[in-house]
């Protein structure tokens, strides 16, 4: 009667481990993710806490889904773009491709623990958005 018992466990156990191995860092990713904040720090000269405001609400708007370890959906008012991307283990760098362009890659953003860290200039600064999965 134990050797009935000790088996489910076991193979219930077997199942976890095998499991837990066979998840990638590219299957993590896999989800919705939506920025959760926008920090800028823009030439003043050139801005006004008006035109501040509409950039940091208009990257709010923009989010976008990890479909399989290949397949990226960005998703903007009045736009979506398929693209293809991959994920660098060592930089923790998320690239994306555009089919048309597959040699130009595009810095999505820096996988940092969970969250998608996007940084870049601009003609008015830098912009940075932490984006989080849902």
Known sequence: MKHILKLPVFLILITLIISSCASSPESK???????????????????????????VEMQKETYFKIIDDSTLIIMSPGNTHETSWNLDGETKIIAFFFEGAPGVSNNLGTLDNEVIVSESTTALGKITIYYEKE
Not at 29 to 39: F, Q
Not at 42 to 54: A, G, N, S, W
């Open 29 to 55: 990713l896999v989800g919705t993710w939506k920025a959760n904040r926008v920090e800028t720090d823009f030439d003043e000269k050139y801005t006004t806490p008006e035109m501040i405001r509409q950039v």
